[in-house]
């Protein structure tokens, strides 16, 4: 899984604020996907991104939450006014435009709300 | 809709031993299926993949055997050693791409010196 970028390891919010985080892809992989790892639950599919669409965001909550992969950049998953259900461990994972090969993950973002 | 069960949720095995982890799902129309490892703190890492149209896959001390009339994979790790220990997490696409895996829970094996 080397090669793609998750930062900050680590997020601490406040209920209310902001977090933002972000996900450089392996280098030459057009696809990025979010996961969401709540605790003591598996892995959730949140959303399917290509350099500047969104191609399948069935997992993510109707409000709030918000996904970017812009033709240059990482992409970014935004959550606003986050609430203490929001702490969990977020992933993003790559793959070549090929789409039959195997995912490559990030080491994830630990989000905690307090 | 897929759903995906692996028990059981925790292995403690002695070192050496041949060990089979199971993974069973309710949707056989499958494109494909992929067993990760996760270490604590760490990303997953993919083992093996195997397509809709296969059976099994092989690497090194690992084999994954896919029977999807039953709806069932076995993960098989031969001679096992501390280093396995990890979470083992089983994951299905139902579609053309690697999009929207479903994800067991996974199974927590740890391997004793």
């Known amino acids: 899984n080397a090669g793609v970028m998750q930062n900050p390891r680590h997020l601490v919010r406040r209920r209310g604020q902001e977090a933002r985080l972000r996900c450089s892809p392996v280098k030459g992989h057009s696809h990025v996907y979010w996961y969401r790892q709540l605790p003591e639950e598996g892995l959730k599919f949140m959303v399917y991104?290509?350099?500047?669409?969104?191609?399948?965001e069935s997992g993510m909550p109707k409000e709030r939450f918000s996904a970017e992969f812009p033709k240059e950049g990482p992409s970014i998953l935004r959550i606003q006014q986050v609430v203490r259900g929001d702490s969990a461990a977020y992933f993003c994972?790559?793959?070549?435009?090929?789409?039959?090969?195997?995912?490559?993950f990030g080491s994830g973002t630990q989000l905690s709300v307090l | 809709k897929q759903e995906v069960t692996q028990i059981p949720a925790a292995l403690s095995v002695p070192e050496g031993e041949n060990l089979v982890l199971n993974c069973s799902f309710t949707d056989s129309a499958i494109y494909n299926l992929q067993w990760f490892r996760q270490d604590p703190g760490k990303g997953l890492t993919s083992l093996l993949l195997?397509?809709?149209?296969?059976r099994e896959q092989t690497s090194g001390r690992l084999n994954a055997s896919l029977d999807k009339s039953s709806g069932r994979s076995t993960l098989y790790i031969a001679a096992s050693q501390p280093g396995d220990s990890a979470t083992y997490l089983c994951?299905?696409?139902?579609?053309?791409?690697?999009?929207?895996?479903?994800f067991g829970k996974g199974i927590t094996l740890s391997v004793r010196p």
């Open positions: 195997i397509q809709s149209s296969q």
């Open positions: 994951a299905i696409s139902n579609t053309g791409a690697n999009s929207k895996l479903t």
């Open positions: 991104l290509q350099k500047e669409n969104i191609i399948d």
């Open positions: 994972a790559s793959s070549p435009p090929a789409g039959r090969e195997k995912l490559f």
